[in-house]
């Protein structure tokens, strides 16, 4: 099993361009979640989905946008990108909401210029 | 919002010695799940505790969940160099479906 899948590793972009990062969880888990890590603040929570069709905002969503078309995938767009989007970006996976372990990918760093 | 801190936000330790990070959430938590990230790494689930009052251990780390489910703490004894790594505790409220984590705790071990 490959578990979940993030696209890409690293990433440069340019002051104002969009793109989107991609998750894909192959364990047909119902929750999915995106979290951005910088130093001294850990993990934090960007938008989250709790089954297909279906997404919420988490601690900081300016600037993030999310879909949920399928179980598999749950892509995080940058609208338009800042310095401030600068940081590691982990998507997670869980069987169910209650009492289930979180699956992370393997993580993908973006560098805003 | 709910907020959830963790102290130290660094511990050095020598080889050998004892290792606590403390979790103190602003709400009272459903759980209490605990990390660990290896460096470039990326989070691994360790455990979860559900109960008021609960203590779990995984051979030399024990961890526990508060009487008011708010805080808890992770404790290693007599650390080895494969403890290094960030520690990180996460919890939902009840009502919410939001796991939020804390802030980390960042363990390195001298040998």
């Known amino acids: 099993n490959a578990g979940v899948t993030q696209t890409p590793k690293f990433q440069v972009l340019k002051t104002g361009q969009s793109m989107t990062l991609q998750c894909a969880q192959d364990?047909?888990?119902?929750?999915m979640s995106w979290y951005r890590q910088d130093p001294g603040m850990g993990l934090r929570l960007i938008h989250y989905?709790?089954?297909?069709?279906?997404?919420d905002q988490g601690e900081v969503p300016n600037g993030y946008n999310v879909s949920r078309s399928t179980t598999e995938d749950f892509p995080l767009r940058l609208l338009s990108a800042a310095p401030s989007q600068t940081s590691v970006y982990f998507c997670?996976?869980?069987?169910?909401?209650?009492?289930?372990?979180?699956?992370f990918g393997q993580g993908t760093r973006l560098t805003v210029v | 919002g709910q907020q959830v801190m963790q102290i130290p936000q660094y511990q050095h330790v020598q080889e050998g010695e004892d290792f606590t990070t403390y979790c103190n959430s602003s709400?009272?938590?459903?759980?209490i799940q605990w990390y660990k990230q290896r460096p470039g790494g990326h989070p691994v689930f360790l455990i979860q505790?559900?109960?008021?009052?609960e203590v779990k251990k995984q051979k030399r780390l024990t961890f526990q969940f508060g009487e008011a489910k708010k805080n808890s703490s992770l404790h290693i004894t007599a650390t080895q160099t494969t403890d290094v790594g960030t520690y990180f505790c996460?919890?939902?409220?009840?009502?919410?479906?939001?796991?939020?984590f804390g802030t980390g705790t960042r363990l390195k071990v001298l040998a």
């Open positions: 997670a996976s869980r069987t169910g909401i209650k009492n289930t372990e979180a699956f």
């Open positions: 364990m047909n888990h119902e929750y």
């Open positions: 989905s709790v089954g297909a069709g279906i997404t």
């Open positions: 709400t009272t938590l459903s759980n």
């Open positions: 505790l559900v109960k008021s009052g």
């Open positions: 996460a919890g939902i409220t009840s009502g919410t479906y939001k796991y939020i």
